[in-house]
């Protein structure tokens, strides 16, 4: 079981590019989240997918978006960055329910110049 | 609001002596609660949760985690800390929001154990 994995590990961006990461979940899990954590910070919640579609949202703007695919691996887009979107973005799985815990991804570590 | 909060960023504590990471939360309803480890650039990794019955809940490497809700607590244990325990600790909380249940994480304790 490879877990879930994302890609890629680490990535350099200019301000107002846009970004997309990737996660594949773990086998049989059919939930993803995604978190951003910054510096110093424990993870943020960013939004959750389940049955492609986004169910839950955090405090973040539009310019972060995402998408789940019929597999449930999950894409995570971000739009015009800004320097403070600089952080480690994480990708979680789990089956879907309140007692079941996430598996995560070892993160990309995103570094916006 | 619903929050979890952890007081120390920093925790030393001897090898072979025993640690404690506090935690504590505010959540109306029944709380549902985890820890989570992360060592340096990697992500978290599960330690043990509580969902409910008895208090004390064993969990990954040797750590376990008292609930206490009258005192809304739910801090991390272990007898015997070893140098490797030096990490990184989440505590979270999973708390209903539209239909679906959304970590809340705390920012963080650092466990130093020295040898």
């Known amino acids: 079981d490879a877990g879930v994995t994302q890609s890629p590990t680490h990535l350099i961006k200019t301000r107002g590019q846009q970004v997309t990461l990737r996660c594949s979940p773990k086998?049989?899990?059919?939930?993803v989240s995604w978190y951003q954590q910054a510096l110093g910070q424990g993870p943020q919640f960013i939004f959750q997918y389940y049955e492609e579609e986004e169910r839950q949202r955090g405090n973040f703007p539009d310019r972060f978006s995402g998408h789940q695919f019929p597999n449930y691996s999950s894409e995570l887009n971000v739009n015009a960055l800004l320097l403070g979107d600089s952080a480690l973005y994480l990708c979680?799985?789990?089956?879907?329910?309140?007692?079941?815990?996430?598996?995560f991804g070892q993160g990309t570590r995103l570094t916006v110049v | 609001a619903q929050s979890v909060a952890q007081p120390e960023d920093q925790v030393n504590v001897a090898e072979g002596n025993p640690l404690t990471v506090k935690c504590t939360y505010s959540?109306?309803?029944?709380?549902?609660l985890f820890w989570y480890v992360q060592y340096p650039n990697r992500g978290l990794q599960f330690l043990l949760k509580y969902i409910t019955g008895d208090n004390l809940v064993k969990g990954s490497y040797g750590f376990e985690a008292e609930f206490n809700k009258s005192q809304t607590s739910f801090h991390l244990k272990k007898p015997s800390a070893l140098v490797s325990d030096s990490a990184l600790y989440f505590c979270?909380?999973?708390?209903?929001?539209?239909?679906?249940?959304?970590?809340?994480f705390g920012r963080g304790t650092s466990l130093i154990v020295h040898p």
């Open positions: 979680a799985s789990s089956l879907r329910g309140f007692n079941t815990e996430a598996f």
């Open positions: 959540v109306s309803g029944n709380p549902y």
């Open positions: 086998s049989g899990h059919d939930t």
């Open positions: 979270a909380v999973r708390v209903l929001r539209g239909g679906s249940y959304i970590p809340t």
